[in-house]
């Protein structure tokens, strides 16, 4: 439980960065296009959060009981899907993945992983491994190529107060 909260806790605050730039909407201020072409897309998405960006994107974030996901739906104006930000977990890497990790950071273990699905079929791992000194994350394609990687020092001070 401590550890799907702990996700849950990343997958928003990994959206805020995007999603607090963004004007929060209330459903009836969602234009209908936008509102059809998001309910052809997810039809089992219910209760969406709605915000639009400032590249004039639609934002819907919504829990996908069906697949058991968070989800941030990205749909223009005219109901046309842009993209999917997803949380998952490690089981739905693929075999390439698997091995990269396995080969590369067998000890360290996977803390959060947001997938994003474009309409052009591009398919993207954003994947953060946890040590006890850092973080690192990794950008990775469905056969492990690596688009980035960055890594972060975790500071843990022990205070004598």
């Given amino acids: 439980m401590k550890k799907q909260i702990i996700t ?5 605050f990994a959206s805020l960065s995007t999603f607090a730039q963004n004007i929060h909407l209330k459903t009836d201020q969602v234009p209908a ?3 059809m ?3 052809q897309k997810y ?3 219910s209760d969406a959060i709605w915000a639009k960006d400032e590249s004039g994107l639609y934002t819907a974030q919504f829990w996908d009981a069906d697949n058991n996901v968070y989800i941030n739906a990205y749909i223009e104006e005219d109901g046309t899907w842009s993209k999917t930000v997803m949380e998952l977990t490690s089981a739905s890497f693929t075999e390439a993945i698997r091995q990269y990790l396995k080969s590369n950071y067998a000890e360290v273990p996977v803390s959060s992983v947001l997938a994003t699905q474009e309409n052009n079929g591009k398919f993207t791992y954003k994947i953060v491994l946890e040590t006890e000194t850092k973080l ?3 950008f990775m394609d469905k056969q492990a190529n690596i688009l980035k990687q960055n890594e972060e020092i975790i500071n843990i001070g022990v205070s004598d107060k």
């Fill in 33 to 35: 296009k936008t509102k």
């Fill in 136 to 138: 690192i994350t990794l």
């Fill in 37 to 39: 072409g998001f309910a």
């Fill in 43 to 45: 039809p089992q998405a």
């Fill in 8 to 12: 849950l806790a990343f997958f928003i």
